[in-house]
């Protein structure tokens, strides 16, 4: 006990020492003393490695430069200790007191001439700015540290400069403006041989082909960053590489090489002190977690990051952390802390929405005041201009008066003339110029009244979107789980792609005995129109089905159709002058005594092969024709299960996608060439085939209809090796309730 005691006062002692008499990294703080001007550039540039491993040092030494400047009247070192203190702060969170630190080391540099240290300023309160999500000043600037290259040239602050501005304008998705100042950026470097920033310029880069969906160029981009870095050792710039690498692989679901590359960026991030690094590599690995079904391990890590991220105002962190907590509870039912997230989530974009306008009307404030003094200042200039010349004249007519009292009569009334016309356009100046006040004013207030409708509408907006979303997940319920399909089909894939979040295209599956028979039912259908209007119909669909199947005891194909085109008659109440909707609907019954499929269609196609011999079997109508009377049966097209089968239905959603080189609908011919060239691969590899296809024709248009493709192999060892199957899991559920 006495020598933990003992080991525990050493501990203290030693902390104390370090805290009074600050040394890391090999410099001393009293081994730099400042004598004069040339100590302060030694002391700035050797601490300068300080301001990440040991901000506090850093801190010490910028108070001792801004001690000596200030005595010696020196605006240059002023602004350097400035730097070095603020920069200091920013490494350890507090980005406010940083910004006002710098302003106020420019400030008290003042309008000396142009010298890199104050560009080099501005450039560091730009990126400031960016950070805190202030976008209008960082760009004001970058600009103007710009303009002060071209008095001064520096290819490391013009190159600084255009990494600033690019960043700026890919925040706001201007990526045509982001892409072109990366690039001035990233010739500087090349012409520099600056490998440190061009890996800077490369993750920048791969940033804004990240934000454009393209993940292969972004990866390529900070593997070229990574390359440029080397293996040595760890800076913010190889760890934030290292996230946003395994960023861009989670977000192309690639988990394995996402976990890979953002456990080396936590390791950096923790070894050199890096809090935004570490927070913005807790958010992804938490992100990676929550994807990946690890709840806990993703609640842990998320609210981790956030955690470091709301310490050091890290704004742009903020959101995607509110809104991976928000999803994760919700997918958890915790509803309670879900809407929590949710509505900080929309309480932070209020505020940064806020911000930006004020700022953007400031600025207008500030132009037109600045329009003014201009106006007032050319006002007194000609008012100094006509007092001179009427002076001069003075002085010519005192001059020649003794000479001629004529003349200078002729003088007298042609300069009383003139200063007649002068003050009549004066007069009409003036009723101008309030004229053009009123309007000014009158668009002034427009603008505020269009801003407000513009917020209103953004709001209805999230709202529409938010309900869109919900509605899609209750119609993901109502489609048939994976693990029943598997029930009767062991092979088969299902392409389900929905215009909108909703979808008119939808597939029922259900397995059920009838007159000692084992049927399993497959319905795959298209309902008239897609989105809202679509997903009503297929929900109605859904319901028929259940009737008619389950309650109904209805097996025939045919008699399932009927039902359903009873019941949309019944229910939408078709006229002849009165549009209605309808669907188109297949229906494949399969016994598994009997080895048969039996297959009955409203508009939607069966395609089926038996080793290379492709059929199709067409439905008997496009869709139900509610308005026909006299409507007779379906025609039921029996297949034979007892040699290998494998059998296609479709909406006409994918071959009517417009797309190609010259912008055409895929059409039926073509769809069935592709379906004929995979149809002996096998089900998984069709699949992505078929959706590789359908993005490769698709191209840069948008998605024309719903998109439903049903494919499955069987036979009649498959069917009775699925029916032991289903048996089982249906003995499986049962067990509870006879325990």
Same mark, same amino acid.
């Given at each position: 006990?006495?020598? #933990?005691?003992?080991?525990?006062?050493?501990?203290?002692?030693?902390?104390?020492?370090?805290?009074?008499?600050?040394?890391?990294?090999?410099v001393k703080a009293d081994s730099l003393a400042i004598l004069d001007t040339a100590d302060v550039y030694t002391?700035?540039?050797?601490?300068?490695?300080?301001?990440?491993?040991?901000?506090?040092?850093?801190?010490?030494?910028?108070?001792?430069?801004?001690?000596?400047?200030?005595?010696?009247?020196?605006?240059?070192?002023?602004?350097?200790?400035?730097?070095?203190?603020?920069?200091?702060?920013?490494?350890?969170?507090?980005?406010?007191?940083?910004?006002?630190?710098?302003?106020?080391?420019?400030?008290?540099?003042?309008?000396?001439?142009?010298?890199?240290?104050?560009?080099?300023?501005?450039?560091?309160?730009?990126?400031?700015?960016?950070?805190?999500?202030?976008?209008?000043?960082?760009?004001?600037?970058?600009?103007?540290?710009?303009?002060?290259?071209?008095?001064?040239?520096?290819?490391?602050?013009?190159?600084?400069?255009?990494?600033?501005?690019?960043?700026?304008?890919?925040?706001?998705?201007?990526?045509?403006?982001?892409?072109?100042?990366?690039?001035?950026?990233?010739?500087?470097?090349?012409?520099?041989?600056?490998?440190?920033?061009?890996?800077?310029?490369?993750?920048?880069?791969?940033?804004?082909?990240?934000?454009?969906?393209?993940?292969?160029?972004?990866?390529?981009?900070?593997?070229?960053?990574?390359?440029?870095?080397?293996?040595?050792?760890?800076?913010?710039?190889?760890?934030?590489?290292?996230?946003?690498?395994?960023?861009?692989?989670?977000?192309?679901?690639?988990?394995?090489?996402?976990?890979?590359?953002?456990?080396?960026?936590?390791?950096?991030?923790?070894?050199?002190?890096?809090?935004?690094?570490?927070?913005?590599?807790?958010?992804?690995?938490?992100?990676?977690?929550?994807?990946?079904?690890?709840?806990?391990?993703?609640?842990?890590?998320?609210?981790?990051?956030?955690?470091?991220?709301?310490?050091?105002?890290?704004?742009?962190?903020?959101?995607?952390?509110?809104?991976?907590?928000?999803?994760?509870?919700?997918?958890?039912?915790?509803?309670?802390?879900?809407?929590?997230?949710?509505?900080?989530?929309?309480?932070?974009?209020?505020?940064?929405?806020?911000?930006?306008?004020?700022?953007?009307?400031?600025?207008?404030? #500030?132009?037109?005041?600045?329009?003014?003094?201009?106006?007032?200042?050319?006002?007194?200039?000609?008012?100094?201009?006509?007092?001179?010349?009427?002076?001069?004249?003075?002085?010519?007519?005192?001059?020649?008066?003794?000479?001629?009292?004529?003349?200078?009569?002729?003088?007298?009334?042609?300069?009383?003339?003139?200063?007649?016309?002068?003050?009549?356009?004066?007069?009409?100046?003036?009723?101008?110029?309030?004229?053009?006040?009123?309007k000014q004013q009158l668009l002034l207030e427009q603008k505020q009244h269009l801003q407000e409708v513009s917020?209103?509408?953004?709001?209805?907006?999230?709202?529409?979107?938010?309900?869109?979303?919900?509605?899609?997940?209750?119609?993901?319920?109502?489609?048939?789980?994976?693990?029943?399909?598997?029930?009767?089909?062991?092979?088969?894939?299902?392409?389900?792609?929905?215009?909108?979040?909703?979808?008119?295209?939808?597939?029922?599956?259900?397995?059920?005995?009838?007159?000692?028979?084992?049927?399993?039912?497959?319905?795959?259908?298209?309902?008239?129109?897609?989105?809202?209007?679509?997903?009503?119909?297929?929900?109605?669909?859904?319901?028929?089905?259940?009737?008619?199947?389950?309650?109904?005891?209805?097996?025939?194909?045919?008699?399932?159709?009927?039902?359903?085109?009873?019941?949309?008659?019944?229910?939408?109440?078709?006229?002849?002058?009165?549009?209605?909707?309808?669907?188109?609907?297949?229906?494949?019954?399969?016994?598994?005594?009997?080895?048969?499929?039996?297959?009955?269609?409203?508009?939607?196609?069966?395609?089926?092969?038996?080793?290379?011999?492709?059929?199709?079997?067409?439905?008997?109508?496009?869709?139900?024709?509610?308005?026909?009377?006299?409507?007779?049966?379906?025609?039921?097209?029996?297949?034979?299960?007892?040699?290998?089968?494998?059998?296609?239905?479709?909406?006409?959603?994918?071959?009517?996608?417009?797309?190609?080189?010259?912008?055409?609908?895929?059409?039926?011919?073509?769809?069935?060439?592709?379906?004929?060239?995979?149809?002996?691969?096998?089900?998984?590899?069709?699949?992505?085939?078929?959706?590789?296809?359908?993005?490769?024709?698709?191209?840069?248009?948008?998605?024309?209809?719903?998109?439903?493709?049903?494919?499955?192999c069987c036979n009649v060892y498959s069917l009775e090796h699925n029916s032991q199957k289903t048996s089982t899991?249906?003995?499986?559920?049962?067990?509870?309730?006879?325990?």
């Open positions: 006990m006495r020598i #933990n005691s003992y080991s525990k006062l050493i501990v203290l002692t030693i902390l104390l020492l370090m805290k009074n008499f600050p040394s890391f990294g090999g002391v700035y540039q050797k601490t300068n490695v300080d301001v990440t491993f040991n901000p506090s040092l850093s801190i010490y030494h910028g108070k001792r430069i801004i001690a000596y400047s200030e005595t010696h009247g020196w605006k240059k070192g002023q602004l350097m200790g400035h730097i070095q203190v603020g920069m200091a702060e920013f490494k350890l969170g507090k980005i406010d007191r940083a910004i006002g630190l710098l302003k106020q080391g420019l400030e008290l540099y003042g309008k000396g001439p142009v010298d890199s240290v104050q560009i080099h300023a501005y450039n560091l309160l730009g990126n400031l700015y960016r950070v805190t999500g202030r976008h209008v000043e960082a760009q004001k600037s970058h600009y103007k540290a710009l303009r002060m290259c071209q008095d001064l040239p520096d290819d490391k602050e013009f190159m600084s400069a255009y990494n600033g501005l690019g960043h700026v304008f890919l925040v706001r998705a201007n990526y045509m403006l982001a892409e072109s100042y990366y690039m001035k950026g990233m010739k500087v470097a090349q012409r520099l041989g600056d490998l440190q920033s061009l890996a800077t310029v490369s993750v920048n880069m791969g940033n804004m082909f990240l934000m454009q969906d393209s993940t292969l160029k972004a990866i390529e981009r900070f593997e070229n960053a990574l390359d440029y870095w080397g293996k040595d050792g760890f800076t913010y710039g190889k760890v934030w590489a290292e996230y946003k690498l395994g960023n861009a692989y989670r977000l192309r679901e690639e988990y394995r090489l996402a976990l890979q590359h953002l456990r080396i960026a936590q390791q950096g991030a923790q070894e050199i002190h890096f809090n935004r690094g570490m927070a913005a590599v807790d958010i992804a690995l938490g992100q990676c977690y929550r994807e990946m079904g690890l709840i806990s391990k993703g609640e842990r890590l998320l609210k981790s990051g956030l955690a470091i991220a709301e310490e050091a105002k890290m704004i742009e962190l903020l959101p995607v952390a509110y809104d991976d907590l928000y999803h994760l509870y919700h997918k958890s039912n915790n509803y309670e802390k879900a809407f929590e997230y949710l509505h900080r989530l929309k309480v932070l974009n209020d505020s940064l929405y806020t911000k930006e306008k004020e700022g953007v009307i400031r600025k207008l404030e #500030n132009t037109y005041q600045l329009e003014q003094k201009e106006e007032e200042n050319k006002d007194l200039k000609q008012e100094n201009k006509e007092q001179e010349s009427v002076i001069f004249w003075q002085k010519v007519l005192g001059y020649i008066v003794v000479f001629s009292l004529l003349i200078f009569c002729v003088f007298a009334l042609v300069l009383y003339l003139e200063n007649k016309r002068k003050r009549i356009a004066n007069m009409e100046l003036s009723s101008t110029n309030i004229d053009l006040q009123e917020r209103e509408l953004q709001i209805k907006k999230e709202d529409l979107e938010d309900s869109l979303s919900y509605a899609s997940t209750i119609q993901s319920a109502l489609l048939p789980l994976e693990r029943d399909i598997e029930g009767c089909f062991s092979e088969h894939f299902i392409l389900y792609k929905p215009m909108q979040y909703v979808s008119g295209d939808f597939y029922w599956m259900h397995t059920e005995e009838i007159d000692g028979e084992h049927l399993d039912f497959f319905v795959v259908a298209d309902c008239t129109g897609h989105g809202v209007s679509g997903a009503f119909m297929s929900v109605l669909g859904n319901s028929i089905l259940r009737e008619s199947v389950i309650q109904k005891k209805l097996k025939d194909p045919s008699d399932i159709l009927m039902k359903v085109g009873e019941v949309l008659e019944e229910h939408l109440k078709p006229t002849e002058t009165k549009s209605f909707d309808s669907m188109e609907m297949g229906i494949c019954v399969i016994n598994r005594q009997k080895g048969v499929l039996r297959f009955a269609s409203s508009g939607i196609p069966l395609i089926y092969f038996r080793g290379n011999t492709m059929c199709k079997l067409r439905g008997d109508k496009t869709k139900f024709d509610l308005l026909k009377k006299n409507k007779g049966k379906y025609v039921v097209h029996e297949i034979d299960l007892s040699t290998d089968l494998t059998f296609y239905m479709y909406s006409d959603g994918y071959q009517d996608q417009f797309g190609g080189r010259r912008g055409k609908k895929l059409l039926s011919r073509r769809f069935r060439k592709v379906i004929e060239k995979i149809h002996h691969l096998p089900m998984q590899r069709q699949f992505q085939e078929l959706d590789r296809l359908h993005l490769q024709w698709k191209g840069d248009e948008d998605q024309t209809d719903d998109i439903l493709v049903f494919g499955a899991y249906q003995a499986l559920e049962e067990m509870p309730s006879k325990i």
